[in-house]
């Protein structure tokens, strides 16, 4: 475990062996602390990455920004941040399933229990320990508040953000969730890590859908973790394709990062993947009704984003997939009563059927299609099969 805070003998040192231990006995494979004032470049960062749009519809960055930017501005009277790390480390490489289009890749983070709930209430326990030992008052998150945990950890020492702008260790590798104690009591800090990137760019240039204008900066809009999570709507048809058969999040920047030979499997047992959430088949995720998603996913992050988000997802796996298995189902969710799901099965039975079969099933739905998205979809759809058409003609004549 790196306790950077017991390796200095410095005034506190008392404090900061109890922050050590408490640490470790909650679970957490790094903690380290730092000051409100230790990110000074983040939040023009933060500001300009909101300017340009980088965040897409997640608005609650944009609404919490000024906060989100200065943890003295989220609260004023903190005085010291304790960061913590868990390993969340897989025991595969998560690429190796991107070959199995009849399986959806669901990310290595979302393969067991939510870590919000694993972390939280240890970070709660450990919290209210330093509490009753040394005083102060504690505010304590994981991803629950505005807080830019990734540079606060940085600063803290405990990895540096890659070209990717995760967090990068070199005892854990890519694959480490964040979380920390904001407290009253002034703890001396530590040393922030360096950047240990070098001439490196493998996360770069492994990005299926090009997400990153430059190292260090990401365009979430284009990121599959966004588009597959957050984004509420249909996912923009450019991305389609690159997106492959990820059905919840991505991890290739992260897999693809040298430092992970250092790596470890997650020694907690609820963020280690359970087997059935390892390679789900498609066909399988395909027949899933609310209460069949709900109760696959409970404890799971993926229940976060309901049934239809995710079905969504599963259809445009299903339409890269060319698993001609898949059609049945595919055409049963030209009737789903979500648009979301009837527009996404639109797309997945125009890659995976000819297109006279496609006109017929168009003859046969669109005319009662009443919702608009999906009436773009099909219009969308049939456009792009009509000018394909017209190219293999074209060719045909010369
Ligand atoms: C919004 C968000 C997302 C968004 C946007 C991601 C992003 N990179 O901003 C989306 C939905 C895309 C996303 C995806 C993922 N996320 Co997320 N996400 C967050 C969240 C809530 C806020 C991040 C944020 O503040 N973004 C705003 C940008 C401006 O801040 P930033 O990323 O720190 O950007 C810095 C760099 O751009 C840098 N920078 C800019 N210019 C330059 C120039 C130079 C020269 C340098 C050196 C630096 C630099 O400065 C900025 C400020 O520090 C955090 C939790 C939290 N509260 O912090 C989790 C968090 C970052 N996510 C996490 C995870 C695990 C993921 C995924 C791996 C999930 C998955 N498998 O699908 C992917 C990874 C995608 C990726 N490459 O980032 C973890 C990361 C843990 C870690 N080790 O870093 C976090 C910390 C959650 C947690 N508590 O553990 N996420
Ligand atoms: S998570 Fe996937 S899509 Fe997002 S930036 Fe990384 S490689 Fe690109
Ligand atoms: S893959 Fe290379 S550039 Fe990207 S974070 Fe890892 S070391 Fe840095």
């Known amino acids: 475990m790196r306790t950077s805070t017991s390796e200095r003998p410095a005034r506190g040192d008392t404090l900061r062996q109890l922050i050590a231990r408490e640490a470790e006995r909650a679970g957490f494979d790094a903690v380290a602390v730092t000051s409100p004032d230790a990110i000074p470049l983040a939040p023009s960062r933060l500001r300009q990455f909101v300017a340009e749009g980088f965040h897409g519809s997640m ?15 989220l609260w004023p009277e903190v005085r010291s941040i304790i960061v913590v790390a868990m390993n969340y480390g897989p025991d595969n490489d998560p690429r190796d399933i991107l070959a199995r289009s009849d399986r959806g890749a669901i990310s290595v983070y979302a393969q067991n229990r939510d870590y919000h709930d694993v972390m939280k209430g240890r970070l709660k326990e450990m919290a209210g320990r330093l509490v009753a ?35 990068v260790s070199r005892e854990h590798g890519s694959w480490l969730f964040l979380g920390s104690i904001f407290t009253t009591a002034e703890i001396p800090a530590d040393a922030a890590e360096e950047d240990h990137c070098g001439s490196c760019r493998a996360c770069l240039d492994v990005c299926p859908t090009d997400a990153f204008p430059a190292p260090y900066r990401l365009d979430a809009r284009r990121c599959i973790s966004y588009l597959t999570i957050e984004n509420k709507g249909p996912i923009p048809a450019e991305f389609r394709q690159a997106i492959g058969n990820r059905i919840y999040g991505c991890d290739d920047c992260l897999a693809v990062c040298p430092w992970n ?24 995720l395909l027949a899933l009704d609310d209460a069949a998603f709900r109760s696959l996913f409970s404890g799971s992050p993926v229940k976060r984003i309901g049934r239809d988000r995710f079905l969504r997802n599963v259809l445009i796996a299903a339409g890269n997939s060319a698993d001609l298995t898949l059609v049945p189902a595919c055409h049963t969710l030209l009737a789903d009563t979500s648009p979301l799901v009837r527009g996404a099965a639109v797309w997945a039975l125009s890659r995976l059927v000819a297109a006279p079969e496609f006109a017929t099933l168009a003859l046969e739905h669109r005319p009662g299609e009443t919702d608009e998205t999906v009436l773009a979809e099909w219009a969308g759809v049939q456009e792009g099969l009509a000018h394909r058409a017209r190219g293999a003609q074209t060719a045909g004549h010369a």
């Open 59 to 73: 608005d609650w960055i944009a609404e919490t920004l000024e906060r989100r930017a200065d943890p003295k501005t």
């Open 133 to 167: 030992r040394a005083g102060g008052d504690v505010k304590v998150f994981v991803d629950t508040a505005p807080v830019m945990e990734k540079p606060l950890a940085e600063a803290a020492g405990i990895g540096w953000q890659g070209k990717h702008s995760n967090l």
């Open 261 to 284: 030979k250092f790596a470890t499997q997650a020694s907690e047992a609820k963020l280690s993947a359970r087997e059935d959430l390892r390679e789900p088949a498609l066909a399988d």
